[in-house]
């Protein structure tokens, strides 16, 4: 049986637990909640427990939002659940204080103003305007995960899976970097890495992701991964400690493995210049000045073409061959 302490017996005793309905008032509102209330079994007098007086202020809370229509703690759970996204860096996106999440789900009820403002997250274009003018109130972790689920609900149907293999084929690079051995990738080179890993993967097998690149004047670029690590500059991007290669089939991971090993020692500007005399990117920038803008996409077509030529011509079958004609090539 359960015990507690009764003031009028001064002792611990067994008690039992009626609902009743209570009125109640809050900020000028009046209505009435279904509550739970402890009993002494022995005097019949009421029983104060803290945790039944906890639950008591969530139900009455729970009644007051719906009568002035604020949003409901489910609700708030529901918005991390669906971002993937915790409660001091939704907080922190928000530029509210960084325990304010944490108060509203523990029962605080919001003002009409936050309410609403969280109730506009729920659609995810919303939340991606948020993303893109706060994001960097986000730690990199934060700022991954968010947009790599955003890109997820607003893509539909394959474009989903798709827009996520992109993330997740530079985190496969990000995961492979050990800063303590010197090895780091930065913004371009990154770009670069995961060029050569769609253009072996379309030679050898088929499309790693369904996004284009760009013939920017750095070489190729896929715009959605340039807004994504646009903050780092020139500078290196953290490595991503946690990495599932699951999301790979066999024969992509041989290729990122390919890429990584062949192309990962060489620094973005070699990897730049690279690109630079390689037909895919010339030819999409044709009749372009050097340093004039550019925005052209090298298809997916001229890409395969090129490195399959490449293949045929260099008799490329494995890591030595591929890194023997790397290795060999000479720059004007």
Not at 37 to 66: F, P, Q, T
Not at 108 to 113: D, V
Not at 173 to 190: Q, Y
Request: proline share 3%; glycine share 4%.
């Amino acid at each position: 049986m359960m015990r507690e302490y009764c003031y009028h017996c001064d002792a611990d005793v067994e008690y039992s637990i009626k609902e009743l309905m209570i009125d109640t008032e809050i900020k000028d509102v009046v209505f009435s909640y279904l509550a739970k209330i402890a009993y002494c079994n022995d005097c019949g007098e009421e029983i104060y427990i803290s945790e039944l007086s906890d639950e008591n202020v969530k139900s009455a809370n729970k009644i007051y939002r719906e009568l002035k229509g604020l949003i409901q703690v489910n609700e708030i759970e529901n918005l991390l659940i669906k971002y993937n996204i915790g409660r001091k860096p939704l907080s922190s996106l928000l530029g509210w204080g960084e325990t304010t999440i944490i108060r509203y789900l523990n029962g605080l009820t919001p003002t009409r103003e936050y309410s609403e403002t969280l109730r506009k997250l729920m659609n995810s274009q919303n939340m991606l305007d948020l993303y893109h003018t706060n994001k960097g109130a986000l730690t990199p972790v934060s700022k991954r995960k968010l947009y790599a689920r955003l890109m997820e609900l607003l893509d539909h149907g394959q474009k989903s899976s798709h827009k996520n293999k992109l993330v997740s084929v530079a985190e496969y690079f990000l995961n492979k970097i050990e800063p303590e051995a010197g090895e780091s990738i930065t913004p371009l080179k990154l770009q670069k890495l995961v060029y050569y890993a769609q253009a072996w993967s379309l030679t050898f097998h088929k499309s790693l992701f369904e996004e284009d690149f760009q013939a920017w004047v750095h070489g190729p670029v896929i715009p959605d991964l340039y807004i994504y690590f646009k903050e780092y500059g020139s500078s290196n991007i953290p490595k991503v400690s946690s990495f599932d290669p699951g999301v790979f089939e066999k024969d992509e991971l041989t290729v990122l493995d390919l890429v990584w090993s062949v192309y990962g020692k060489y620094d973005a500007k070699y990897l730049e210049r690279l690109t630079h005399i390689e037909k895919p990117w010339v030819d999409a920038r044709t009749g372009i000045d050097q340093n004039e803008r550019c925005t052209n996409i090298i298809s997916k077509e001229a890409i395969q073409q090129y490195f399959s030529d490449l293949r045929k011509n260099h008799d490329i079958c494995s890591e030595y061959s591929l890194n023997k004609y790397v290795s060999n090539i000479t720059f004007m």
